[in-house]
């Protein structure tokens, strides 16, 4: 595939509602580890999802990277836009004999998985071996191996996971026939020439997946580092499902210098008032992909 040089890193929120805090995280953790390598930040708009999407969210999410100052590479990328290049590929993991169609609903997958007392919502293989002809086929799943995937995380460490037995064949193509969120970051990353990977570590269990469709597609690997997420007073990830506050642009530099205790980087108590420009100034000057940790207790 002919791919630029150099680093090349993302940030690629879901236009799911307003930025907040947990996002903020992402963004600084990706854009200052890019910068530090003098690399490349694209940005992309995981809007592939449609009915989760909010209308307005995107160029919203837009505005508040701007008024934090933050500044991406090129265009960006729109996945709504892009979805006859996902049914090539998919059509081409068909032809390699990757995927099957698959009849069973959300619901059956759960049962079956409890009868066989299989951790809850691993897909036990039932239409692997093909439909009877009164089956109507629903999704399209990928064929996992029964071996272990292994990789080593910048920030997490050594992780391993097992596809068949913590995840089974997954999902491809959705009843609904959208493209599943595993496919197109695998294919989007891979087009985009994305080098190194940061994101939440609430993507961490995805990883294995990804890293299988990148060798059934002979895409090569990225890096990733896995930041730690926040979490709310309950210990719920901080997100829009569990309401969290949307960023507010007043607030810039405080947030920002919150992101950065949060990621382990110790801004002095004294740049808290600094100017925003003065504050990324800093940021970049002590950016230190090591001193992140891998979890951080609760946030608010
Ligand atoms: N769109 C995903 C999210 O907002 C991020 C996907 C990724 O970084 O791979 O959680």
């Known amino acids: 595939m002919n791919t630029p040089a150099g680093y090349r890193g993302r940030f690629a929120p879901s236009p799911t509602g307003p930025l907040h805090f947990g996002s903020l995280i992402t963004a600084v953790g990706s854009y200052l580890q890019a910068r530090a390598q003098q690399g490349q930040w694209l940005l992309r708009m995981e809007d592939i999802d449609e009915p989760r999407c909010v209308p307005g969210a995107a160029d919203e999410i837009l505005r508040t990277l701007e008024h934090y100052g933050f500044q991406w590479d090129g265009e960006v990328w729109v996945q709504s836009q892009r979805q006859a290049i996902y049914a090539e590929v998919c059509s081409q993991l068909q032809t390699q004999q990757h995927l099957f169609p698959c009849a069973c609903t959300r619901k059956q997958v759960i049962a079956q998985a409890e009868q066989l007392q299989l951790p809850k919502g691993v897909y036990p293989g039932t239409c692997r071996t093909g439909l009877n002809p009164q089956q109507t086929p629903r999704t399209l799943r990928l064929k996992v191996p029964d071996q272990s995937i292994e990789w080593t ?89 569990t309401f969290a506050q949307p960023l507010d642009p007043q607030q810039a530099q405080a947030d920002l210098w919150a992101a950065l205790d949060f990621l382990g980087q110790h801004p002095q108590q004294d740049i808290k008032t600094e100017p925003l420009d003065t504050l990324w100034q800093w940021a970049h000057a002590h950016w230190q992909l090591s001193s992140v940790p891998k979890q951080r207790g609760i946030k608010i």
């Open 153 to 241: 995380d910048q920030i997490q460490g050594i992780q391993q996971q097992h596809l068949q037995q913590q995840v089974g064949d997954f999902i491809i193509r959705r009843a609904d026939q959208r493209f599943a969120y595993q496919l197109v970051v695998v294919i989007d990353d891979a087009l985009a020439g994305i080098t190194d990977i940061v994101r939440g570590s609430d993507l961490l269990d995805s990883t294995p997946r990804q890293l299988y469709l990148q060798q059934c597609l002979n895409y090569s690997s990225p890096h990733y580092a896995h930041l730690p997420v926040a979490l709310d007073t309950r210990g719920d990830k901080l997100s829009k499902q």
